[in-house]
T-cell receptor, first 114, second 112 residues
Framework: GAGVSQSPSNKVTEKGKDVELRCDPI?????LYWYRQSLGQGLEFLIYFQGNSAPDKSGLPSDRFSAERTGGSVSTLTIQRTQQEDSAVYLCASSHGLRAYEQYFGPGTRLTVT | QKEVEQDPGPLSVPEGAIVSLNCTYS??????FMWYRQYSRKGPELLMYTYSSGNKEDGRFTAQVDKSSKYISLFIRDSQPSDSATYLCAMTRSSNTGKLIFGQGTTLQVKP
């Protein structure tokens, strides 16, 4: 079956611009996660959605970062007023609701802020 | 100090060798332990997960968890050049907490 898909695969933006990154989870997965992977920082948790519950936003690094999940499926991660330190690979994962230990990742969006 | 420590390597071995990859952690609340493989410019791929202490085997891969020592391992038998990748350990407290804590990843190269 289809895995997690993300778009765009690459994004180059100028400092100060806003960007939107999209994630399509595996069909039937109720939980969706965003992570960031950068050199020197490894893979860091950003935000987690589970069904209709309030999202766990504890990993968002600043209020410039936000995410939403519409209709319990597709999710968009928005970064406002991008900074050079936001350059990283943004990874999305999904799982069945009570199987957080079985997260499946998408290919990621490589964001470069110039 | 990071919650999960993993030697970044790189680790270089000849084809056919047994590879041992390890992580240590500080949070005794972790109950689920995962190993992911990540090829260059790809997303992480789940290899195996283990609940609590013990061993789990899947083909050439064996995962071990020693909660008393806060130490986990992944063994790869009969390593192949196609095993060359970065291996990430990850952990979480429960099945529905969502948040995985990752190690830095170990880069493995298997030479033909």
């Amino acid at each position: 079956g289809a895995g997690v898909s993300q778009s765009p695969s690459n994004k180059v933006t100028e400092k100060g611009k806003d960007v939107e990154l999209r994630c399509d989870p595996i069909s039937g997965h109720t939980a969706l996660y965003w992570y960031r992977q950068s050199l020197g920082q490894g893979l860091e948790f950003l935000i987690y959605f589970q069904g209709n519950s309030a999202p766990d936003k504890s990993g968002l690094p600043s209020d410039r970062f936000s995410a939403e999940r519409t209709g319990g499926s597709v999710s968009t991660l928005t970064i406002q007023r991008t900074q050079q330190e936001d350059s990283a690979v943004y990874l999305c994962a999904s799982s069945h609701g009570l199987r957080a230990y079985e997260q499946y990742f998408g290919p990621g969006t490589r964001l470069t802020v110039t | 100090q990071k919650e999960v420590e993993q030697d970044p390597g790189p680790l270089s071995v000849p084809e056919g060798a047994i590879v041992s990859l390890n992580c240590t952690y500080s949070n005794s609340a972790f109950q689920y332990f995962m190993w992911y493989r990540q090829y260059s410019r790809k997303g992480p791929e789940l290899l195996m997960y283990t609940y609590s202490s013990g061993n789990k085997e899947d083909g050439r891969f064996t995962a071990q968890v020693d909660k008393s020592s806060k130490y986990i391992s992944l063994f790869i038998r009969d390593s192949q050049p196609s095993d060359s990748a970065t291996y990430l350990c990850a952990m979480t407290r429960s099945s529905n907490t969502g948040k995985l804590i990752f190690g830095q990843g170990t880069t493995l190269q298997v030479k033909p």
